[in-house]
Antibody, heavy 118, light 108 residues
Framework: QLQLQESGPGLVKPSETLSLTCTVS??????????WGWIRQPPGKGLEWIGN???????YYNPSLKSRVTISVDTSKNQFSLKLSSVTAADTAVYYC??????????WGQGTLVTVSS | DIQMTQSPSSLSASVGDRVTITCRAS??????LNWYQQKPGKAPKLLIY???SLQSGVPSRFSGRGSGTDFTLTISTLQPEDFATYYC??????????FGPGTKLQIK
């Protein structure tokens, strides 16, 4: 059974870079036709797609975040990562990683709360 | 960008009720519409993909319909474990996936 697990600091200072990693277990991140994505959810609010990556490294990002986002993949570790630069309080959210199959996200990791505060 | 709206934003219902949630897209998205269920403190769970296909393991009381701009998620007979927030998500625009604002289903 495929499982995803987010990891990274739970507290980031304003203007710094948020860095998270998603570890995939129970399956290979190098499986053809699957993308791997990041989605976030501010406390008490809805879901916002951040971006996706293919195992070969191809990416596409939410245009509203594109200037600050980098998603990368490490197939040897079966992981993919998110970096979000110049964070502000508005970036405080639960960050989820998920497999992107065809056009939907399934399964999802449990999520990790990242708070931006000094 | 394709904007997604949902109605109602919240809904109170009783166990055993039939419930329908509506999702509307700002432009036609064919059948590129997915539904998720989220319980408090948990990650979203895929229920329906491609507007009407039931994800494996999801109870058959959940069903989805629609195409173009208007879509519905119906729960035929509400169970206690169905009280949650439901989100739709369009996958027509592959460069910008967007979710609806959610519908919170509460116990009456």
């Amino acid at each position: 059974q495929l499982q995803l697990q987010e990891s990274g600091p739970g507290l980031v200072k304003p203007s710094e870079t948020l860095s998270l990693t998603c570890t995939v277990s129970g399956g290979s991140i190098s499986t053809a036709n699957y993308y791997w994505g990041w989605i976030r959810q501010p406390p008490g609010k809805g879901l916002e797609w951040i971006g996706n990556i293919y195992y070969s490294g191809g990416t596409y990002y939410n245009p509203s975040l594109k200037s600050r986002v980098t998603i990368s993949v490490d197939t040897s570790k079966n992981q993919f990562s998110l970096k979000l630069s110049s964070v502000t309080a508005a970036d405080t959210a639960v960050y989820y990683c998920a497999r992107h199959k065809m056009a939907w996200f399934d399964p999802w990791g449990q999520g990790t709360l990242v708070t931006v505060s000094s | 960008d394709i904007q997604m709206t949902q109605s109602p934003s919240s809904l109170s219902a009783s166990v055993g009720d039939r419930v329908t949630i509506t999702c509307r897209a700002s432009q036609s998205i064919s059948s590129h519409l997915n539904w998720y269920q989220q319980k408090p403190g948990k990650a979203p769970k895929l229920l329906i993909y491609a507007a009407s296909s039931l994800q494996s393991g999801v109870p058959s009381r959940f069903s989805g319909r629609g195409s173009g701009t208007d879509f519905t998620l119906t729960i035929s007979t509400l169970q206690p474990e169905d009280f949650a927030t439901y989100y739709c998500q369009q996958s027509y625009s592959t460069l910008m996936y967007t979710f609806g604002p959610g519908t919170k289903l509460q116990i009456k």
